[in-house]
């Protein structure tokens, strides 16, 4: 198992902004390709964002292209998912997520191809 830890989520107005951050002890995220999910009542999870090893290979979902950033610090072991206009509708328990992909130049926001999760950070976005 790999461990993974998010934090930064919380409660925000319309238009605001959160940075969620994911981070792991042991583990050098850096050889992994990470990805940020959701799960909203009732709804199935799915893939927000990812980003494959190399730092250029970044994927967004059109809903919140513009919006949300994902980036790594790799010195501080740690992805990030910056948060931008966050509208009610982004209120989700939001999950980052790793597998190894032997292309580095590539990831994916299907949630059954990560083997590793993290226990999942409530957004809520409310006025």
């Known amino acids: 198992q790999v461990p993974l830890v998010e934090s930064g989520g919380g409660w925000v107005q319309p238009g605001g902004s959160l940075r969620l951050s994911c981070t792991s002890s042991?583990?050098?995220?850096?050889?992994?390709?990470i990805g940020w999910f959701r799960e909203a009542p009732g709804k199935e999870r799915e893939g927000v964002s990812c980003?494959?090893?190399?730092?250029?290979?970044?994927y967004s979902i059109n809903s919140v292209k513009g919006r949300f950033t994902i980036s790594r610090d790799n010195a501080k072991n740690t992805v990030y998912l910056q948060m931008n206009n966050l509208q009610p509708e982004d209120t989700a328990v939001y999950y980052c997520?790793?597998?190894?992909?032997?292309?580095?130049?590539?990831?994916?926001?299907?949630?059954?191809?990560?083997?590793?999760w993290g226990q999942g950070n409530q957004v809520t976005v409310s006025s």
């Open positions: 997520a790793a597998y190894q992909d032997p292309d580095p130049n590539f990831c994916t926001v299907i949630v059954r191809g990560y083997d590793y």
């Open positions: 042991g583990v050098t995220l850096a050889s992994y390709a």
């Open positions: 980003m494959g090893r190399s730092d250029s290979s970044t």
